[in-house]
């Protein structure tokens, strides 16, 4: 199975900054890495699919990087609305794999 | 796009449960569809998935040979059968839409339900 490892798991941050989160797969991936966002009590929701294609309706805020095995979000100008956990998953092949989490909190 | 899932609830170790997610607003039979759970206070898990046409039928490991993955495309629905269920397998579980079927079924899920709740206890 492909292993996505994200770093940092926390992060504190405030309005109005730029944060960057890491995924990095065991293996190369291509371009098969998409985010979630999920704030809590809430379903999951796609940001970043084809890790740079920003999902409709997402504020162009959020942009993803990377291809191969490394893989990065950037939230510039936070929101509060932002705040949440977020996933990366490989979807290359199965089994479909999820990062660990990286939640960004205030 | 809407989905609602349905058909959770308390059961006992090796007891069985089926999961239902009706979907709406979407042409069903163009997309994949898949079941991801997420444990109490843990990360997100893809438990299985499905093809538009039912042939690509997938799953963790920790699942396979106990969970069977269908659909309904008549219905516009899929289902969730679960055997033989563990303590293990309690957790809030989505049913997700996945891309068409011009992409791999692994590729994303772009609309998610709200989710069922599983509790294996006895």
């Known amino acids: 199975d492909i292993q996505m490892t994200q770093s940092p798991l926390f992060l504190s941050a405030s309005v109005g900054g730029t944060v960057t989160f890491s995924c990095r797969a065991s293996q190369s991936i291509s371009s098969y890495l998409n985010w979630y966002q999920q704030i809590p009590g809430k379903s999951p929701r796609l940001l970043i699919y084809?890790?740079?294609s920003l999902h409709s309706g997402v504020p162009s805020r959020f942009s993803g990087s990377g291809s191969g095995t490394d893989f990065t979000l950037t939230i510039s100008s936070l929101q509060p609305e932002d705040f949440a956990t977020y996933y990366c998953?490989?979807?290359?092949?199965?089994?479909?794999?999820f990062g660990q989490g990286s939640r960004l909190e205030i | 796009v809407q989905l609602v899932e349905s058909g959770g609830g308390l059961i006992q170790p090796g007891r069985s449960l089926t999961l239902s997610c009706e979907a709406s607003g979407l042409t069903f039979d163009d997309y994949a569809m898949h079941w991801v759970r997420q444990a109490p206070g843990k990360g997100l898990e893809w438990v299985s998935g499905v093809s538009w046409n039912s042939g690509t039928r997938a799953y963790a490991d920790s699942v396979r040979g106990r969970f069977t993955i269908s659909r309904d495309n008549a219905k516009n629905s899929v289902y969730l059968q679960m055997n033989s269920l563990r303590p293990e397998d309690t957790a809030l579980y989505f049913c997700a839409k996945g891309a068409s079927k011009v992409y791999s079924i692994y590729y994303f899920m772009d609309v998610w339900g709200k989710g069922t709740t599983v509790t294996v206890s006895s």
């Open positions: 084809a890790a740079t």
């Open positions: 998953q490989q979807g290359y092949t199965r089994p479909i794999t």
